[in-house]
């Protein structure tokens, strides 16, 4: 073989190896773009079966965590967009990284809230937990975001229990989302914040049994039996503030709770 094949060869070889590179970035950076709408369980599981149904659906038992910012839309009326924007994404970067932080991860964005979920694509153990800290840490960034000249204060409804996880949509616009009854009651719960303003963190009992033995379980109060918007049974709930309890101050910071002089009203 004279010389000029051998350097064809070689250059051919050159660029097949080049090409194998740039398709393996294009790849990886599809694949981390696609985290960002899809939980990367739930990719790898696509990637690894041959035949993959989108449209398949998985029952699971989670925790569900709705939060709201309170009175954003009033509160941020006056602000340009480009600053509301601004100003969502870098509250809801911190919240993802304290949900991630705690095995969990931000489903869907309802504007000025979110949807959170533990325990699933991949199942938790006393995900309740891992969502209870989760909480106390978003609400000990109290005073870090400032709105309208004053912190913003946030509402966070959780409820336990069992939902149907899956792609729902059509063949053009899918969104991989859990629905059920455990994520209606989470919104529902994270709208009695609004009714009983001193308790930022409204549970249920599912919530709240499976907290037992946790540091702060006998912090948690409970409400009693309360009606919720959809239910025709009223639902027993459980409240619980960071801001009030004065054993608190002695707390080590486990959890993220702020020293008691450092919260509001103190």
Same mark, same amino acid.
């Given at each position: 073989m004279g010389i000029a094949p051998q350097i064809a060869i070689s250059i051919h070889n050159a660029r097949s190896y080049q090409q194998i590179q740039e398709g393996r970035q294009r790849e990886f950076k599809l694949r981390r773009l696609f985290e960002k709408y899809v939980p990367a369980p739930i990719i790898k599981r696509y990637l690894a079966t041959a035949e993959a149904d989108l449209f398949g659906g998985d029952v699971a038992s989670i925790t569900a965590m709705f939060?709201?910012?309170?009175? #954003?839309? &009033?509160? *941020?009326?006056?602000?340009? /967009?480009?600053?509301? !924007?601004?100003?969502?994404?870098?509250? #809801?970067?911190?919240?993802? !990284?304290?949900?991630?932080?705690?095995?969990?991860?931000?489903?869907?964005?309802?504007g000025d809230g979110f949807l959170a979920i533990f325990g699933a694509p991949e199942p938790l153990q006393r995900c309740a937990n891992? /969502? #209870?800290?989760? &909480?106390?840490?978003?609400?000990?960034?109290?005073?870090? #975001? !400032?709105?309208?000249?004053?912190?913003?204060? !946030?509402?966070?409804?959780?409820? *336990?229990?069992?939902?149907?996880?899956?792609?729902?949509?059509?063949?053009?616009?899918?969104?991989?989302?859990?629905?059920?009854?455990?994520v209606n009651v989470a919104a529902r719960l994270q709208e009695l914040t609004k009714t009983f303003q001193e308790f930022p963190l409204i549970m249920s009992r599912h919530s709240w049994n499976e907290l037992a033995g946790h540091p702060y379980h006998d912090m948690i109060r409970n409400l009693g039996k309360l009606e919720i918007r959809g239910k025709k049974e009223?639902?027993?709930a459980f409240g619980f503030s960071p801001f009030e309890d004065h054993r608190l101050s002695g707390l080590d910071n486990e959890v993220g709770f702020l020293p008691l002089h450092r919260i509001k009203g103190v």
């Open positions: 939060l709201d910012i309170r009175g #954003f839309t &009033a509160r *941020s009326e006056d602000m340009e /967009a480009s600053r509301i !924007v601004s100003f969502l994404n870098a509250y #809801f970067e911190r919240c993802s !990284v304290i949900i991630s932080e705690n095995h969990g991860h931000i489903n869907k964005y309802t891992l /969502a #209870f800290d989760a &909480a106390a840490k978003i609400l000990n960034l109290y005073g870090s #975001f !400032v709105l309208g000249c004053e912190p913003i204060e !946030v509402g966070i409804g959780l409820h *336990s229990g069992t939902a149907t996880l899956g792609n729902i949509g059509s063949q053009t616009k899918i969104e991989y989302t859990a629905i059920g009854d455990t009223k639902l027993e």
